[in-house]
């Protein structure tokens, strides 16, 4: 007897083997073909379900980075830290995790495809803003930062940090240009937010 399965479990199935295929293979060596042979199932059923490769890929990266926003949220349920520490973890997790496996990631940064880069962009600001505005809130009631307009400063803060990854992040292997970038990102929280650095100092490295 056929059994047929629940068409999210079905669809979920499809991102899963994509997501594994994607990492083992490359984005660019695995086929639609590849794809349906593993799972055993109809091109067509694949179809059903993805008009393309690449939506199949938007599929996967909005998997990964649920999951990662979500292993976030989680930390920052600790009642111990404070808003500025909240705020650390965040930037070193986004800072240092680059939004992705770097199969994945490397394929939306060298394509041409503008759309790509729109849709990582839009997932980026979907998932990130917020929790960061959530923790901008936190260290306003503590008197840690000195901000009138958290959600607009959040917005201004996530825009350019995206921009600023797509331009530099392909550079990050030299350590000292690391270590270069970051002190100047570590200057600007520190005068954007009106910490005094004195007391709290922000350390990204």
């Not at 083992?24 to 695995?30: I, P």
């Not at 930390?75 to 986004?94: C, F, Q, T």
């Amino acid at each position: 007897m056929r059994v047929v399965k629940d068409p999210k479990e079905r669809r979920s199935n499809i991102i899963d083997m994509s997501a594994q295929l994607f990492l083992s293979n490359g984005y660019e060596e695995t086929s639609v073909n590849t794809i349906v042979e593993k799972l055993g199932v109809a091109k067509g059923t694949f179809y059903h379900y993805f008009k393309s490769k690449e939506e199949i890929l938007e599929a996967v990266l909005e998997n990964y980075l649920s999951s990662y926003a979500e292993g976030i949220k989680k930390a920052l349920e600790n009642k111990d830290i404070n808003g500025y520490e909240k705020l650390m973890l965040v930037l070193r997790s986004i800072l240092s995790n680059n939004q992705g496996p770097e199969h994945l990631t490397k394929h939306v940064e060298d394509n041409k495809n503008a759309r790509l880069h729109q849709m990582m962009d839009e997932m980026f600001y979907e998932k990130f803003n917020p929790i960061i505005v959530e923790v901008l809130k936190q260290g306003i009631d503590e008197g840690i930062f000195k901000v009138d307009h958290p959600e607009e400063i959040t917005e201004i803060l996530l825009l350019g940090i995206r921009a600023f990854m797509h331009m530099h992040m392909p550079k990050f292997n030299d350590t000292q240009y690391y270590i270069r970038k970051m002190q100047a990102l570590e200057e600007l929280f520190n005068k954007v937010l009106g910490i005094n650095a004195k007391e709290y100092i922000i350390k990204l490295l």
